[in-house]
């Protein structure tokens, strides 16, 4: 039984009306059912490592696991947000919202999505097994989050998170790695088509891309090179993923929003790269984004522009291309894409 309320959660770890949202989230799921159990240090190192987490960061997410007794407020926020992820598995129609925890918990702010994760290891792996995802797809999917960590320690050069609200998904089942790409089911709201195109523009795609029908979103997670033909055996994965009826499908249109995506990169890659030959397969919608960001945190694992480009590597055709187009007074943009499943 909870013996703290909200108010006391909030005073005790210092969060503010930036939270306010997701705590009054967790309030409405109530309590849960059942005590939060963490698994003891030594599986949870193993549990870490088995889902490629850096050895570094396992080593202080094992150090700084918290407990009801230790760290009561942060233990609230954990059952209650075990709960809610666990009510909300594989929905993909609800956006839970997880911000970010003040700095000055320190460890236990910046690693608390990774206790939770541990806490609902199981419940999403059974949530998997229940619906036809094989093991070896489960455990690739979940090791998303030791990419995440990966990139927060070389932009920040601290563990813990990137992207908070992302690297939530895979833990509730809605994010799937399948190879050498992620992929994310979907519904095609009138609001996120809008964003893309005219609604009667996308109807022109054919069946499974207007508003309310389901599609799949593909994402490009930093892992080296992409040759075509790592890219067809992760689409074949996907087509037979998402073919399936239940649960969000049959899925037939994938969309990509990425940098990669942008037209201009052909520019100065020769026909034949992978990265031109992964453009083609897109038909793009008219939309386009700022991209500069993107490519200094997933390209130069750097947190904002450098105060010189001079400063930037140049080392491969990709970053040579990338710096060259920013010295020209060039901008990079993010595009939104879409092929048939």
Known sequence: MDTLDLTAVRTDLGLDEGQRGWLDALATAGEPPAPLRLPPP??????????????????????????????????????????????????????????????????????????????????????????????????????????????????????????????TLPFRACLYALGRLQYTPLRLTEARVRAWVDPTELERIGPGSRPGDPAVGIHIPEAGPMPPEDVDHSLRRARD??????????????????WLLDDQIAAYLPPASNIVRFQRRFTLFPRTEEGDRSVYNFVFHRSEAPASLDELPQRTALERALVTHLRAGGHWRTRTGWLAL
């Not at 050895?55 to 009801?68: N, Q």
């Not at 899925?251 to 990509?256: D, F, S, T, Y």
């Open 241 to 258: 993923l998402f073919a399936r009826p239940a649960p969000w499908g049959p899925c037939r249109v994938a969309v990509c929003d990425s």
């Open 42 to 167: 030594r599986q949870a190192a193993a549990l870490l490592a088995q889902l490629g987490v850096d050895p570094l960061d396992v080593r202080e997410v094992v150090g700084t696991l918290p407990s009801p007794e230790g760290q009561p407020a942060l233990w609230w926020l954990l059952q209650r947000s075990a709960h809610l992820m666990r009510r909300h598995m594989g929905d993909i129609d609800t956006d839970l919202g997880w911000p970010r925890l003040p700095a000055a918990l320190g460890a236990h702010g910046r690693f608390f999505l990774v206790y939770l994760f541990l806490a609902i290891l199981d419940d999403v792996q059974a949530w998997h097994q229940a619906h036809g995802v094989d093991t070896a797809t489960s455990w690739e999917s979940l090791s998303a989050l030791a990419l995440d960590m990966r990139l927060r320690r070389a932009l920040h050069g601290e563990g813990g998170l990137f992207e908070h609200g992302w690297i």
